[in-house]
Protein backbone atom coordinates (compact mmCIF):
# COMPACT_ATOMS: atom_id res chain seq x y z
CA UNK A 1 0.00 0.00 0.00
CA UNK A 2 1.83 3.42 -0.58
CA UNK A 3 1.82 6.57 1.76
CA UNK A 4 -0.26 8.29 0.55
CA UNK A 5 -3.08 5.46 0.66
CA UNK A 6 -1.79 4.69 4.09
CA UNK A 7 -2.82 8.62 4.88
CA UNK A 8 -5.94 8.82 3.29
CA UNK A 9 -7.23 6.01 5.98
CA UNK A 10 -5.55 6.93 8.58
CA UNK A 11 -7.19 10.33 8.09
CA UNK A 12 -10.67 8.53 7.05
CA UNK A 13 -10.08 6.60 10.65
CA UNK A 14 -9.64 9.40 12.73
CA UNK A 15 -12.15 12.12 10.94
CA UNK A 16 -14.59 8.65 11.54
CA UNK A 17 -13.57 8.50 15.19
CA UNK A 18 -14.41 12.09 15.73
CA UNK A 19 -17.27 12.22 14.30
CA UNK A 20 -18.63 9.26 15.87
CA UNK A 21 -17.49 10.20 19.79
CA UNK A 22 -20.16 11.99 21.93
CA UNK A 23 -19.46 15.72 21.90
CA UNK A 24 -18.89 16.33 25.23
CA UNK A 25 -16.01 17.11 27.50
CA UNK A 26 -14.95 13.50 28.13
CA UNK A 27 -15.68 12.73 24.29
CA UNK A 28 -13.20 15.52 23.72
CA UNK A 29 -10.70 14.81 26.28
CA UNK A 30 -10.89 10.62 25.00
CA UNK A 31 -10.34 12.25 20.98
CA UNK A 32 -7.47 14.38 22.10
CA UNK A 33 -5.65 11.37 24.00
CA UNK A 34 -5.85 8.95 20.73
CA UNK A 35 -4.83 12.05 18.87
CA UNK A 36 -2.08 12.60 20.81
CA UNK A 37 -1.00 9.27 21.13
CA UNK A 38 -0.86 8.34 17.58
CA UNK A 39 1.28 11.45 16.94
CA UNK A 40 3.45 11.08 20.13
CA UNK A 41 3.94 7.64 20.48
CA UNK A 42 2.53 8.07 24.07
CA UNK A 43 -0.03 8.79 26.13
CA UNK A 44 -0.11 12.73 27.58
CA UNK A 45 0.63 13.20 30.99
CA UNK A 46 -2.17 15.01 31.94
CA UNK A 47 -2.21 15.36 36.05
CA UNK A 48 1.28 15.78 36.10
CA UNK A 49 2.34 17.28 32.72
CA UNK A 50 6.23 17.53 32.39
CA UNK A 51 6.59 18.14 28.95
CA UNK A 52 6.05 20.94 26.49
CA UNK A 53 3.37 19.10 24.84
CA UNK A 54 1.71 17.61 28.36
CA UNK A 55 0.92 21.41 29.12
CA UNK A 56 -0.45 22.15 25.57
CA UNK A 57 -2.63 18.85 26.09
CA UNK A 58 -4.09 20.15 28.75
CA UNK A 59 -5.18 23.67 27.73
CA UNK A 60 -6.44 21.36 24.77
CA UNK A 61 -8.95 19.02 27.10
CA UNK A 62 -9.01 20.77 30.38
CA UNK A 63 -11.01 23.71 32.20
CA UNK A 64 -9.01 26.46 30.71
CA UNK A 65 -10.31 25.49 27.09
CA UNK A 66 -13.62 26.85 28.04
CA UNK A 67 -12.20 30.16 29.20
CA UNK A 68 -14.12 33.16 27.06
CA UNK A 69 -10.88 34.93 26.26
CA UNK A 70 -9.61 31.06 24.79
CA UNK A 71 -12.74 31.32 22.47
CA UNK A 72 -12.32 34.77 21.64
CA UNK A 73 -9.02 34.26 20.82
CA UNK A 74 -9.29 31.37 18.03
CA UNK A 75 -12.54 33.65 16.25
CA UNK A 76 -10.47 35.33 13.79
CA UNK A 77 -13.00 38.36 13.95
CA UNK A 78 -13.64 38.52 17.15
CA UNK A 79 -10.02 38.72 18.52
CA UNK A 80 -9.21 42.07 16.00
CA UNK A 81 -11.40 43.90 18.82
CA UNK A 82 -9.53 42.50 21.19
CA UNK A 83 -5.89 43.52 19.52
CA UNK A 84 -7.27 47.14 19.09
CA UNK A 85 -8.51 47.12 22.13
CA UNK A 86 -5.07 46.31 24.02
CA UNK A 87 -2.77 47.58 21.40
CA UNK A 88 -4.24 49.80 18.95
CA UNK A 89 -5.96 49.22 15.52
CA UNK A 90 -2.18 49.86 13.68
CA UNK A 91 -1.48 46.24 14.61
CA UNK A 92 -4.56 44.64 12.66
CA UNK A 93 -5.07 43.95 9.22
CA UNK A 94 -8.33 45.57 7.95
CA UNK A 95 -11.12 43.71 7.45
CA UNK A 96 -12.60 44.38 3.85
CA UNK A 97 -16.00 42.23 4.30
CA UNK A 98 -17.73 39.94 6.49
CA UNK A 99 -19.81 37.55 5.05
CA UNK A 100 -22.57 35.31 7.30
CA UNK A 101 -24.62 33.66 5.02
CA UNK A 102 -24.99 31.48 1.45
CA UNK A 103 -26.95 34.25 0.02
CA UNK A 104 -24.03 37.45 1.04
CA UNK A 105 -21.88 34.37 -0.35
CA UNK A 106 -23.47 34.59 -3.79
CA UNK A 107 -23.68 38.36 -4.16
CA UNK A 108 -19.77 38.26 -2.86
CA UNK A 109 -17.82 40.08 -5.39
CA UNK A 110 -13.88 41.15 -3.57
CA UNK A 111 -13.89 44.70 -2.83
CA UNK A 112 -10.08 44.43 -4.29
CA UNK A 113 -7.19 42.47 -5.60
CA UNK A 114 -5.51 40.61 -4.20
CA UNK A 115 -7.58 39.59 -0.85
CA UNK A 116 -7.39 36.75 1.61
CA UNK A 117 -10.92 35.04 2.76
CA UNK A 118 -10.85 32.51 5.70
CA UNK A 119 -13.46 31.24 7.97
CA UNK A 120 -13.43 33.23 11.50
CA UNK A 121 -14.38 29.75 13.17
CA UNK A 122 -11.99 27.31 12.12
CA UNK A 123 -7.63 26.92 11.46
CA UNK A 124 -5.69 26.17 8.70
CA UNK A 125 -7.95 26.92 5.78
CA UNK A 126 -7.34 30.58 3.34
CA UNK A 127 -8.36 31.56 -0.20
CA UNK A 128 -6.23 33.78 -1.61
CA UNK A 129 -7.66 36.11 -4.93
CA UNK A 130 -4.33 37.36 -6.14
CA UNK A 131 -5.88 39.09 -9.56
CA UNK A 132 -9.53 39.85 -11.53
CA UNK A 133 -8.68 36.59 -13.63
CA UNK A 134 -9.12 34.24 -10.14
CA UNK A 135 -12.13 32.40 -9.61
CA UNK A 136 -13.95 32.83 -6.46
CA UNK A 137 -14.68 29.57 -5.65
CA UNK A 138 -18.17 29.77 -4.41
CA UNK A 139 -19.06 26.29 -3.44
CA UNK A 140 -15.52 26.25 -0.99
CA UNK A 141 -16.52 28.93 0.37
CA UNK A 142 -20.33 28.18 1.50
CA UNK A 143 -18.65 25.04 2.62
CA UNK A 144 -16.28 26.45 5.01
CA UNK A 145 -19.19 28.52 6.28
CA UNK A 146 -21.19 25.62 6.99
CA UNK A 147 -18.40 23.57 8.54
CA UNK A 148 -18.05 22.50 11.85
CA UNK A 149 -14.43 23.15 12.80
CA UNK A 150 -14.82 22.08 16.77
CA UNK A 151 -17.03 19.01 15.50
CA UNK A 152 -13.73 17.63 13.47
CA UNK A 153 -11.12 19.21 15.61
CA UNK A 154 -12.11 18.29 19.16
CA UNK A 155 -10.53 21.68 20.14
CA UNK A 156 -12.83 23.27 22.62
CA UNK A 157 -12.00 26.28 22.19
CA UNK A 158 -13.74 26.26 18.79
CA UNK A 159 -17.02 25.32 20.25
CA UNK A 160 -19.60 26.90 19.68
CA UNK A 161 -18.04 30.15 17.65
CA UNK A 162 -20.29 31.94 14.85
CA UNK A 163 -19.63 30.74 11.31
CA UNK A 164 -18.29 33.28 9.20
CA UNK A 165 -16.00 34.34 6.31
CA UNK A 166 -13.37 37.08 7.06
CA UNK A 167 -12.13 39.17 3.83
CA UNK A 168 -8.82 40.38 4.43
CA UNK A 169 -6.50 43.34 2.85
CA UNK A 170 -3.18 41.21 1.89
CA UNK A 171 -0.75 42.43 3.81
CA UNK A 172 3.16 41.57 2.42
CA UNK A 173 5.72 43.51 0.14
CA UNK A 174 4.51 42.91 -2.95
CA UNK A 175 0.89 42.30 -2.11
CA UNK A 176 0.93 38.47 -3.11
CA UNK A 177 3.57 36.92 -1.54
CA UNK A 178 3.68 35.87 2.15
CA UNK A 179 5.04 38.50 4.96
CA UNK A 180 7.74 37.40 7.35
CA UNK A 181 6.34 35.19 9.80
CA UNK A 182 7.35 35.61 13.81
CA UNK A 183 5.19 33.55 16.39
CA UNK A 184 6.21 34.63 19.82
CA UNK A 185 5.54 31.82 22.62
CA UNK A 186 4.34 34.19 25.95
CA UNK A 187 3.98 32.29 29.04
CA UNK A 188 2.25 34.49 32.21
CA UNK A 189 2.65 37.91 30.08
CA UNK A 190 5.96 37.31 29.43
CA UNK A 191 7.94 36.35 25.74
CA UNK A 192 10.37 33.38 26.13
CA UNK A 193 10.49 31.48 22.13
CA UNK A 194 10.60 32.71 19.09
CA UNK A 195 9.24 31.21 16.05
CA UNK A 196 10.47 32.15 12.51
CA UNK A 197 9.03 30.81 9.24
CA UNK A 198 9.50 30.94 5.82
CA UNK A 199 8.31 29.06 2.62
CA UNK A 200 4.52 29.50 3.94
CA UNK A 201 3.53 29.15 0.35
CA UNK A 202 6.19 26.62 -0.89
CA UNK A 203 8.17 24.43 1.27
CA UNK A 204 8.07 25.15 4.69
CA UNK A 205 10.87 25.94 7.23
CA UNK A 206 11.22 26.76 10.64
CA UNK A 207 13.34 28.26 13.03
CA UNK A 208 13.57 29.10 16.86
CA UNK A 209 15.52 31.21 18.39
CA UNK A 210 15.23 33.08 22.14
CA UNK A 211 13.89 36.08 22.62
CA UNK A 212 17.08 38.00 22.45
CA UNK A 213 17.65 36.24 19.43
CA UNK A 214 20.10 33.33 20.54
CA UNK A 215 19.65 30.35 17.72
CA UNK A 216 17.64 27.09 19.11
CA UNK A 217 18.91 23.86 17.63
CA UNK A 218 15.70 21.75 17.17
CA UNK A 219 13.31 21.56 15.20
CA UNK A 220 9.61 20.54 15.76
CA UNK A 221 7.14 19.54 12.69
CA UNK A 222 8.78 21.23 9.71
CA UNK A 223 12.86 21.08 8.48
CA UNK A 224 15.13 23.13 10.87
CA UNK A 225 16.48 26.29 9.23
CA UNK A 226 18.89 28.97 10.49
CA UNK A 227 18.69 31.03 7.30
CA UNK A 228 16.81 33.84 9.98
CA UNK A 229 18.22 37.14 10.14
CA UNK A 230 17.10 39.17 13.47
CA UNK A 231 13.47 41.30 12.39
CA UNK A 232 14.08 44.80 12.92
CA UNK A 233 11.18 44.80 15.02
CA UNK A 234 12.33 42.49 17.54
CA UNK A 235 11.39 44.43 20.63
CA UNK A 236 8.41 46.28 19.60
CA UNK A 237 6.85 42.96 19.08
CA UNK A 238 8.23 41.48 22.43
CA UNK A 239 6.70 44.72 23.67
CA UNK A 240 3.33 44.00 22.31
CA UNK A 241 3.71 40.55 22.73
CA UNK A 242 3.80 41.15 26.78
CA UNK A 243 0.60 43.48 26.93
CA UNK A 244 -1.70 41.32 24.34
CA UNK A 245 -0.63 38.21 26.44
CA UNK A 246 -1.02 39.25 29.60
CA UNK A 247 -4.24 37.46 30.83
CA UNK A 248 -3.09 34.29 29.23
CA UNK A 249 -0.87 31.54 31.06
CA UNK A 250 0.43 30.62 27.64
CA UNK A 251 -0.48 31.75 24.23
CA UNK A 252 1.34 32.26 20.92
CA UNK A 253 1.01 35.81 19.23
CA UNK A 254 1.42 35.55 15.39
CA UNK A 255 3.03 38.12 13.60
CA UNK A 256 3.46 39.09 9.79
CA UNK A 257 6.56 41.59 8.79
CA UNK A 258 5.79 43.45 5.81
CA UNK A 259 5.90 47.11 4.35
CA UNK A 260 8.00 47.90 7.10
CA UNK A 261 5.37 47.09 9.62
CA UNK A 262 3.91 44.52 12.13
CA UNK A 263 0.66 43.47 12.45
CA UNK A 264 -0.58 40.43 14.52
CA UNK A 265 -1.79 37.81 12.18
CA UNK A 266 -3.63 35.56 15.12
CA UNK A 267 -3.50 34.01 18.51
CA UNK A 268 -2.90 30.95 19.19
CA UNK A 269 -4.18 28.79 22.23
CA UNK A 270 -3.01 24.84 20.73
CA UNK A 271 0.03 25.31 18.50
CA UNK A 272 -0.22 22.07 16.32
CA UNK A 273 -3.08 20.62 18.34
CA UNK A 274 -0.78 19.46 21.19
CA UNK A 275 0.43 17.12 18.50
CA UNK A 276 3.98 18.31 16.75
CA UNK A 277 6.59 16.48 17.07
CA UNK A 278 10.59 17.59 18.89
CA UNK A 279 13.67 16.54 16.88
CA UNK A 280 15.09 15.42 18.98
CA UNK A 281 12.53 14.06 21.06
CA UNK A 282 14.03 15.27 24.48
CA UNK A 283 13.79 18.48 23.69
CA UNK A 284 9.90 18.76 24.57
CA UNK A 285 10.87 17.57 27.84
CA UNK A 286 13.23 20.42 28.64
CA UNK A 287 10.76 23.04 26.95
CA UNK A 288 8.03 22.04 29.38
CA UNK A 289 10.40 24.04 32.28
CA UNK A 290 9.15 26.84 30.27
CA UNK A 291 5.48 26.61 31.91
CA UNK A 292 6.79 25.95 35.19
CA UNK A 293 9.25 28.74 35.50
CA UNK A 294 9.09 32.91 35.51
CA UNK A 295 13.13 33.36 33.78
CA UNK A 296 14.49 30.60 32.01
CA UNK A 297 17.88 29.88 30.29
CA UNK A 298 16.37 28.05 27.45
CA UNK A 299 20.28 27.11 25.91
CA UNK A 300 20.98 26.07 29.38
CA UNK A 301 18.14 23.73 29.28
CA UNK A 302 18.99 22.47 26.35
CA UNK A 303 22.57 21.04 27.76
CA UNK A 304 24.43 24.31 26.27
CA UNK A 305 24.41 22.51 22.75
CA UNK A 306 24.51 24.82 20.21
CA UNK A 307 24.96 22.97 16.92
CA UNK A 308 22.63 21.76 14.66
CA UNK A 309 24.40 18.51 14.00
CA UNK A 310 24.48 17.47 17.64
CA UNK A 311 21.28 17.53 18.50
CA UNK A 312 19.90 16.26 15.28
CA UNK A 313 22.03 12.75 15.06
Known sequence: MQRSQR???????????????PRTALGDRLYATLHFAYRQGRLPRYAQPRAFNDYLFRLRVGPESANPLRRLASDKHLVKGYIEKTVGPRYVVPTLNLLTSDEEVSRFRPPQRPCVIKPTHASGRILLLKSPDDTVDRDLLKAWLRADYYRSSRERSYRGLEKRLIVEEVFSDDGLSAASDYKIFCFDGVPKMIQAISGRFT?????????????????????????????PFLEEMLEISRQVSEPFSFIRVDFMCAQGRIKIGELTNCPESACGRFFPRRVDDELGHLFQEGDVDIPGLLSGRSDKEAFLQ
Open 203 to 231: KMRRGFFTSDWKRLPFHWVYDFSDDFDCP
Open 7 to 21: QLIKTSLGRGLSFAL
